[in-house]
């Protein structure tokens, strides 16, 4: 049974606390996973609130928050519930955490980049179909698959790399348009707009830059 069989929804918890990756995360996965309930979590408490929720497919984690790690994010969904995929979605690539993470059940590991957006949707959806197999079989993970599915990730990531380089430009272009026209807006119409587009305008701006600098 494969995830585009189930007649129920899903449910993907993003787990990050940074609202900006956070931001951009969710906008990747809804984009890319159609009929998944796509949720964020920025602490703690909404954490463990929606780890007992019925119907989590998946848990989307960066390495480093400010209350916890990624490592002991998986831990702990994997002890709440042993069928649900892990996959640590980081803005720093190590490849001792990515064996560690395996080592303890991790079913992916991505790092945020432009290529890293892109494939992130493919990852959980792969890592899901994944943990249901395993589930159904009720196979315990050997060490021979563990070396297996360590060097895969250390394959894809290298493929994910090159392809960040072939596809840079072409998404350094419009970044940079939507940038520069923000600052025009501020620069010219900054005194006549409200606190609320203020805001919403230093947003853009400030997720521009952050998304250029990943590229």
């Not at 990756?21 to 309930?37: C, N, P, S």
């Not at 990624?70 to 955490?97: H, N």
Request: charged share 25%; net charge negative.
């Amino acid at each position: 049974r494969t995830v585009q069989a189930m007649s129920r929804n899903v449910r993907v918890l993003v787990i990050d606390d940074h609202p900006d990756d956070r931001a951009l995360t969710v906008l990747a996965l809804r984009a890319g996973l159609a009929g998944f309930e796509i949720e964020e979590v920025g602490d703690a408490m909404v954490m463990a609130e929606r780890l007992v929720r019925p119907d989590l497919a998946a848990v989307v984690c960066e390495a480093r928050l400010a209350w916890s790690t990624g490592l002991e994010v998986l831990e702990t969904t994997k002890r709440m519930r042993p069928g649900c995929a892990v996959v640590i979605f980081t803005s720093s690539g190590d490849e001792r955490l990515a064996g560690e993470g395996i080592r303890r059940g991790l079913d992916g590991y991505v790092v945020k980049s432009s290529a890293g957006y892109l494939a992130l949707a493919a990852t959980v959806r792969e890592a899901v179909e994944r943990a249901e197999r395993r589930v159904a079989a009720a196979v315990p993970v050997d060490g021979g698959d563990l070396a297996e599915r360590a060097a895969a990730l250390v394959r894809s990531n290298a493929e994910l790399q090159q392809f960040s380089y072939a596809i840079s430009h072409d998404l350094q272009e419009p970044l940079h348009l939507i940038s520069r026209y923000a600052q025009l807006v501020a620069e010219r119409y900054g005194g006549k707009l409200d606190l609320d587009a203020q805001r919403y305008l230093a947003h853009v701006m400030t997720s521009a830059a952050r998304m250029q600098a990943m590229i």
